[in-house]
């Protein structure tokens, strides 16, 4: 597993604090706390572009702009979309399917062999995913723009992922300014259709953790995981994310465990190690 790959990995341990962070924001409303957060990271990043004296790397064509953008905005606008219109363990469940098309994506656009192992891998993984976080689903007719809006975001991340690889050139350093663009979009959205939350001090600690790593620093690692690092095994990890990201929420005091919570941890353990033994 080269340096690229771990950066990805790193995203996912970031990511796996989102749903622990996002409980203790509880109260926000989420495109407030979509635009804070990326704010706060799309700050924290240009200091750093600033600091090493990278600012012209933030100078990229609309290619760049529109895939970084769409990307990170699109997504998110999209995910949020299915919570508000659907059963949010359904949507859920539907969103997940993100890293599967990260791997499956990976043949035809990038040229990737994919392989047995790999292939059994990821479904695994989505095996366990739903096990853990879709118990129950259901999926009634009247919701079915809410699971078309959350399908949708996980195409929308899975393209963006995989297509990353093709803008290799575009810096790492320029998602600093996508998320600050972002965080400009989710800011308007905010202002037309929610009610602005002054947060309290759990809350603006949690915004500024949520910036700081899931919704800000875990962009650039997974920028640079895709871009140099390996995306089919990426994709396949991906989904140990509900698996941690429970974990924290129960060491949290969020919860109680139980037996989906272990069976889910096996199936996407072993098929974490079904992709990762695969030869390229």
């Given amino acids: ?157 899975g393209l963006y992922s995989v297509t990353a690889r093709r803008l290799a050139a575009v810096p790492t350093e320029a998602v600093a300014g996508f998320c600050l663009a972002s965080a400009a979009l989710a800011g308007l959205l905010h202002l037309l259709f929610e009610t602005s939350v002054m947060p309290d001090a759990r809350q603006a600690l949690a915004l500024l953790l949520l910036g700081l790593g899931p919704v800000g620093a875990a962009f650039f690692l997974w920028d640079i995981g895709m871009k140099r690092g390996d995306p089919r095994l990426l994709g396949t990890l991906a989904y140990g994310i509900p698996v941690a990201s429970t974990l924290l929420l129960l060491a949290g005091g969020f919860g109680a465990p139980g037996w989906r919570l272990a069976l889910a941890a096996a199936l996407v353990t072993g098929g974490g190690v079904l992709a990762a033994r695969q030869k390229a």
């Fill in 1 to 157: 597993m080269n340096r690229a790959t771990l950066a990805g990995l790193g995203a996912m341990l970031l990511w796996a604090f989102l749903g622990l962070l996002a409980k203790l924001a509880e109260g926000i409303p989420p495109l407030q706390v979509t635009a804070l957060g990326m704010g706060i990271g799309g700050a924290a990043g240009l200091a750093l572009v600033l600091v090493r004296g990278r600012a012209g790397r933030l100078r990229q064509g609309p290619l760049a702009w529109a895939h970084g953008v769409g990307g990170l905005f699109g997504y998110h606008a999209l995910y949020f979309a299915g919570l508000a219109l659907a059963p949010a363990v359904e949507a859920n469940l539907l969103n997940y399917l993100w890293p599967l098309l990260v791997v499956l994506l990976s043949a035809p656009i990038l040229g990737l062999p994919l392989g047995g192992r790999r292939i059994a891998g990821v479904l695994l993984g989505f095996l366990g995913c739903a096990l853990l976080v879709g118990g129950g689903a259901r999926f009634p007719a009247g919701a079915m723009l809410g699971f078309a809006c959350a399908t949708a975001a996980a195409l929308v991340w």
